[in-house]
């Protein structure tokens, strides 16, 4: 499984991901559980054949249709953000090459997942299955509109950037619950983290990113 980066040995991925987790602790990330996760999952599984000799580089990667798998310091930020204990039943919209979902699968005790593109659906379904990830559930869908059938959810993690936070996920968060997602415009976004007090909700924002567009009937047009 390991030896899947050709030309590439266990030992050296296993090397490259501790060196990922450095990076990743020198630019601010502070989570333990999060670097661990990292640390844990092997990146180039997610990644077409083609690229994976890119995998453990803190870089953003074209996967096809259109999409990338993002900059592990961006998934690590996102997730740090969310303060999760392990817990937790999170949704994740846009599953994409489903990396971030198996980090999502050890930070939280179940994890649902939604992509709205059909061959990515079927590639992170196939990646998830050879990383050995179990406590994953996904749907190819609109993921703007979330998954109500498994709601309320403790967290809430958008891959994608949104013109405004989806009111549908803010409904379908636990009391207490959170969500992140990228808001602004098609070029430049925010991490907003969105937290649910009973009838109110609290809005901080954080980094400037910038992610492939939100699509979907409470985001961006096709």
């Known amino acids: 499984m390991e030896g899947a980066v050709t030309g590439a040995a266990p030992s050296q991925l296993t ?5 990922l987790v450095e990076e990743l602790r020198g630019k601010g990330i502070r989570d333990e559980r999060v670097l661990r996760a990292v640390e844990a999952t092997p990146r180039h599984l997610f990644m077409p054949t083609g690229v994976r000799h890119r995998a453990y580089e803190d870089a953003a990667v074209l996967i096809g249709s259109g999409q990338t798998i993002s900059q ?5 930020r996102s997730l740090e953000l969310l303060g999760l204990t ?4 999170a949704l994740e919209i846009g599953t994409g090459s489903g990396y971030q979902t198996a980090l999502l699968a050890q930070l939280a005790r179940a994890v649902f997942s939604v992509e709205r593109i059909p061959a990515l659906y079927d590639k992170a379904l ?6 050995g990830v179990r406590n994953v559930t996904l749907q190819c869908a ?3 509109a979330g998954w109500a059938a498994h709601a309320p959810y403790d967290a809430i993690v958008v891959g994608a950037g949104a013109p405004d936070v989806p009111q549908p996920l803010v409904n379908q968060l636990a009391d207490g619950g959170r969500l992140l997602v990228p808001v602004g415009d098609l070029e430049l976004q925010r991490l907003v983290l969105v ?3 009973g009838d109110r909700v609290e809005r901080q924002s954080y980094d400037p990113v910038r992610f492939v567009p939100l699509v979907g009937g409470h985001g961006w047009s096709a």
Do not use: I, M, Q, Y
């Open 126 to 131: 196939a990646a998830l299955d050879a990383a």
């Open 15 to 19: 090397g490259a991901r501790r060196r």
């Open 86 to 89: 392990g817990t937790e039943r």
């Open 195 to 197: 937290t649910r007090r």
């Open 72 to 76: 592990p310091f961006v998934h690590a």
């Open 142 to 144: 609109d993921g703007t």
